[in-house]
């Protein structure tokens, strides 16, 4: 396996008349957490269609290194199954029924749902459908994990908790991710680099590195400046340092 | 627990027992003639008649077999026929008004093509059954189709859930839910049908003993029969009412 996973080369994508996307170039490495912010409705889930191989661009290529999953911002589990069976799904390739149990077992340990595998979607709540999901997209050794919006549909401090536990999974079980939201503190506590897109058609507007080591805290002070910085970028928050400049050059 | 079942099996019978008490206040009134208006006293005589000839038992199974047959040909047919309309747009735009239209014709407009086709007998209340249960089973599982969040199919392909799985795996349990309800409400259709086709088209049955009744004069017979025709409409739904509980459909239900 080449150190790139995931990488789109001058990428358009049209639907009829409308340009979505215009000769987006982005390469992922091994092991790195991209996170894509933008405004709504600027083609960030045409991306992801896109990473993930449901949608096809117009022109450019996007080449993919390993076996790609999804986590959807809500209601992405079959709510037939129960925890434990949806779970398995992402271990279906396993024909040995005990192994396959053994690592459903762990998988429901990792995201600390003991005592619900019998349970089925609707009798959880938000957050536990989310978790269950990321388990089930972490199953085996899945390699790209493609993540819209998916804490999205949650409260505020679901979100918090989950944003930690996501931390904690990727710590333990390593991938390679790209988070679309448009959650900027999100992208910021979690990603090694965020990347703004801008208006449709959507070209990267803005990058941005963040050094500090994961998991890390919401109030970390890297994350606090890339907040800062992203949304400066966008136009939100006025730049403190260069007003602070212009003063004293006043 | 029993202190709240209570309520739920003494507050319906309570009601019975009021509308019994009314006919019979009505009937002690003498405003109709007897042959016209059946004493409950003697409409329990007809019961131990009817319970003692067996005829009312035979009836009875005659038309249960009918719906079966009809009702379990309909679903069938329809299911498979819903689940292709369902995936292929093309197909509900060229079939769903011919479909609309059948479905919204009374199947007893058929009664007499029935009749000329068949005879008398099993075959015609059976086609009768077919065409009122058929067109609607089609429909709601064409919707239900239709309307599987496309989610679930991009998961499905995620995983590698492909072909004849994708059915068995993500169409079927993804309609099931909507699938029950439809068996409930055609179920009843053909148990309506069944009455109506025998009454015309049968020499045995509950429709036919209805009619016999009425050519007889026996009006405590007559109801007789409506009550057992309604009671076991009611069961038949009790009896599909079953599957709502099965667990793995319990969410099309809770949410």
Same mark, same amino acid.
């Given at each position: 396996?080449?150190?790139?996973?995931l990488?789109l080369?001058?990428?358009?994508?049209s639907?009829g008349?409308?340009?979505?996307l215009?000769?987006?170039?982005?390469?992922?490495?091994?092991?790195e957490?991209?996170?894509?912010v933008?405004?709504?409705?600027?083609?960030?889930?045409t991306?992801?269609n896109?990473?993930?191989?449901?949608?096809q661009?117009?022109?450019?290529?996007?080449?993919?290194?390993?076996q790609v999953?999804?986590v959807?911002?809500?209601?992405?589990?079959?709510?037939?199954?129960?925890?434990a069976?949806n779970?398995a799904?992402?271990?279906?390739?396993?024909?040995?029924?005990?192994?396959?149990?053994?690592?459903?077992?762990?998988l429901v340990?990792l995201?600390?749902?003991?005592g619900f595998e019998?349970h089925?979607p609707?009798q959880l709540?938000?957050?536990?459908?989310?978790?269950?999901e990321?388990a089930r997209?972490?199953?085996?050794?899945s390699d790209?994990?493609?993540?819209?919006?998916?804490?999205?549909s949650?409260?505020?401090l679901t979100?918090?908790?989950?944003?930690?536990?996501l931390?904690r999974?990727l710590?333990?079980?390593?991938?390679?991710v790209?988070?679309?939201?448009?959650?900027i503190?999100?992208?910021a506590q979690?990603?090694?680099r965020v990347i703004?897109?801008?208006?449709?058609?959507?070209?990267?507007r803005y990058?941005?590195?963040?050094?500090a080591?994961?998991?890390?805290?919401?109030?970390?002070?890297e994350?606090v400046?890339?907040v800062?910085?992203i949304?400066?970028?966008?136009?939100?928050e006025?730049?403190?340092?260069?007003?602070a400049g212009?003063?004293?050059?006043? | 627990m029993?202190?709240?079942r209570?309520?739920?099996?003494?507050?319906?019978? %309570?009601?019975?027992?009021a !509308? #019994?008490?009314?006919? @019979? +206040? /009505?009937?002690?009134?003498?405003?109709?003639?007897?042959?016209a208006?059946p004493?409950?006293?003697?409409v329990?005589?007809?019961?131990?008649?009817?319970?003692?000839?067996?005829?009312?038992?035979n009836?009875?199974?005659?038309?249960?077999?009918?719906v079966?047959?009809?009702?379990?040909?309909?679903?069938?047919?329809g299911?498979?026929?819903?689940?292709?309309?369902?995936q292929?747009?093309?197909?509900?735009?060229?079939?769903?008004?011919?479909?609309?239209?059948?479905?919204?014709?009374?199947?007893l407009a058929?009664?007499?093509f029935?009749i000329?086709?068949?005879g008398?007998g099993?075959?015609?209340?059976?086609?009768?059954?077919?065409?009122? %249960?058929?067109?609607p089973? !089609? #429909?709601a599982?064409? @919707? +239900? /189709?239709?309307?599987?969040?496309?989610?679930?199919?991009r998961?499905?392909?995620?995983?590698?859930?492909n072909?004849?799985?994708?059915?068995?795996?993500?169409?079927?349990?993804?309609?099931l839910?909507?699938?029950?309800?439809?068996?409930?409400v055609?179920?009843?259709?053909?148990?309506?049908v069944v009455?109506?086709?025998?009454?015309?088209?049968?020499?045995?049955?509950?429709?036919?003993?209805v009619?016999?009744s009425?050519?007889?004069?026996r009006?405590d017979?007559?109801?007789?029969e409506m009550?057992?025709?309604g009671?076991?409409?009611?069961?038949?739904?009790?009896?599909l009412?079953?599957?709502?509980?099965?667990q793995?459909?319990?969410w099309?239900y809770?949410?």
């Amino acid at each position: 396996m080449s150190g790139r996973p995931l990488q789109l080369e001058k990428v358009s994508r049209s639907f009829g008349p409308v340009e979505v996307l215009r000769e987006l170039s982005l390469t992922i490495s091994r092991g790195e957490f991209v996170a894509v912010v933008g405004p709504s409705g600027c083609g960030k889930t045409t991306l992801l269609n896109l990473l993930s191989g449901y949608d096809q661009p117009s022109s450019g290529s996007i080449e993919r290194d390993g076996q790609v999953r999804m986590v959807y911002q809500q209601d992405g589990l079959f709510p037939w199954l129960t925890v434990a069976e949806n779970i398995a799904l992402g271990l279906r390739h396993l024909k040995n029924k005990s192994e396959q149990e053994r690592q459903t077992n762990d998988l429901v340990g990792l995201i600390r749902l003991e005592g619900f595998e019998r349970h089925y979607p609707h009798q959880l709540s938000g957050g536990m459908r989310q978790r269950v999901e990321l388990a089930r997209a972490l199953a085996c050794e899945s390699d790209i994990l493609l993540l819209d919006e998916p804490f999205s549909s949650l409260d505020y401090l679901t979100r918090l908790r989950l944003r930690q536990e996501l931390a904690r999974l990727l710590d333990e079980r390593p991938r390679t991710v790209a988070l679309v939201t448009h959650d900027i503190e999100e992208a910021a506590q979690l990603a090694d680099r965020v990347i703004v897109l801008s208006e449709r058609p959507a070209q990267i507007r803005y990058e941005l590195g963040i050094a500090a080591a994961r998991p890390r805290d919401l109030t970390h002070p890297e994350v606090v400046r890339a907040v800062h910085r992203i949304l400066t970028e966008m136009g939100i928050e006025h730049d403190h340092e260069k007003a602070a400049g212009y003063q004293a050059a006043g | 627990m029993s202190s709240h079942r209570t309520p739920k099996v003494l507050l319906p019978l %309570a009601v019975v027992a009021a !509308i #019994v008490a009314l006919w @019979a +206040a /009505v009937w002690a009134t003498g405003a109709f003639h007897e042959s016209a208006f059946p004493s409950p006293q003697a409409v329990l005589r007809g019961f131990g008649e009817e319970l003692g000839s067996g005829r009312l038992f035979n009836d009875l199974i005659t038309s249960l077999f009918r719906v079966s047959c009809g009702f379990a040909l309909a679903v069938l047919l329809g299911i498979p026929v819903g689940l292709w309309m369902g995936q292929k747009l093309a197909a509900r735009m060229a079939f769903l008004p011919i479909i609309n239209f059948f479905r919204n014709l009374s199947p007893l407009a058929w009664i007499p093509f029935a009749i000329l086709w068949f005879g008398v007998g099993d075959a015609p209340a059976i086609f009768l059954i077919f065409l009122a %249960a058929f067109f609607p089973v !089609i #429909v709601a599982t064409m @919707a +239900a /189709v239709a309307n599987i969040p496309t989610v679930y199919f991009r998961v499905a392909r995620n995983y590698g859930i492909n072909g004849i799985e994708r059915l068995t795996q993500v169409m079927l349990p993804a309609i099931l839910p909507q699938v029950i309800t439809t068996l409930r409400v055609t179920a009843g259709l053909s148990w309506l049908v069944v009455v109506a086709a025998e009454m015309i088209a049968g020499r045995d049955g509950l429709g036919f003993a209805v009619m016999d009744s009425r050519n007889g004069l026996r009006t405590d017979l007559l109801v007789v029969e409506m009550i057992v025709i309604g009671s076991i409409g009611v069961v038949l739904d009790r009896l599909l009412v079953q599957l709502t509980k099965i667990q793995s459909v319990r969410w099309g239900y809770e949410r």
